[in-house]
């Protein structure tokens, strides 16, 4: 069975902080998808970033950047220079290769950053 | 842009009655999905479907059925409403995975559901 575990579940920081949020996932498969997800207060959630099990290189979009290690199984994700707008719920989740495209989601971090 | 819109952003209901919850997407998507969402549980798979009248049990699918007649909409049915069931409704959907191609899930703005 697949499992994600999100163990901080409230951050705050101060505005300009870096914040990473750490995922730890579990699967017996080889080939599977990572995938991080923003829930702003407005309720939608919104997808970030996809990463499959063979590629290990770590992405940066903007101020977002994510470090995926299958050593130790963990798919971080990193806000540099935080914003009020980055307040938010974040997901990780995990999908098997042949599960339907069902999700597995840690249970959220939710990001406070104080102006 | 992929578009999930869910009927109703608020919804008040009484124990015992029947629920509908109407989940719309435009993309023509195969596959489509109800969660709820609940403080500290993280979101939880309740039915899944990849195909018009076809359904799969996710992992809390006790006192939930769903409907998909059309391929554009998915329908979630509390059959008789528990004060148990007041949450955050999500509905996503996705294309079906491809060849060593997995496909993200968009959700609609949720339903939050209250039973009194």
């Known amino acids: 069975a697949q499992k994600v575990t999100q163990a901080q579940t409230e951050i705050s920081v101060v505005e300009k902080e870096d914040v990473t949020l750490d995922c730890v996932y579990e699967?017996?498969?080889?080939?599977?998808?990572l995938f991080w997800y923003k829930q702003p207060p407005s309720g939608e959630l919104v997808f970030l970033i996809r990463?499959?099990?063979?590629?290990?290189q770590n992405e940066i979009s903007g101020r977002y950047s994510w470090n995926f290690q299958k050593s130790t199984s963990s798919f971080n994700f990193t806000i540099t220079a935080s914003q009020v707008v980055d307040s938010a719920v974040y997901f990780c989740?995990?999908?098997?290769?042949?599960?339907?495209?069902?999700?597995?989601f840690g249970k959220g971090n939710q990001v406070v950053v104080i102006p | 842009d992929v578009k999930v819109t869910q009927s109703s952003r608020y919804l008040v209901k009484r124990t015992g009655e029947k629920v509908f919850l109407e989940c719309v997407q435009d993309?023509?998507?195969?596959?489509m999905f109800w969660y709820r969402q609940d403080p500290g549980l993280g979101l939880r798979l309740i039915y899944f479907s990849y195909d018009v009248k076809m359904k799969e049990k996710g992992d809390i699918p006790e006192g939930y059925s769903v409907s998909r007649e059309k391929k554009e909409r998915f329908s979630l049915i509390l059959e008789s409403a528990s004060t148990n069931q007041t949450s955050m409704y999500l509905c996503?959907?996705?294309?079906?995975?491809?060849?060593?191609?997995?496909?993200?899930?968009?959700f609609g703005p949720g339903t939050r559901l209250t039973v009194l």
């Open positions: 989740a995990l999908s098997e290769a042949y599960g339907n495209n069902r999700l597995a």
């Open positions: 699967t017996r498969d080889t080939t599977y998808y």
């Open positions: 996503a959907s996705s294309r079906f995975p491809g060849l060593a191609v997995y496909n993200e899930q968009f």
């Open positions: 993309m023509d998507h195969e596959n």
């Open positions: 990463r499959n099990s063979f590629d290990e």
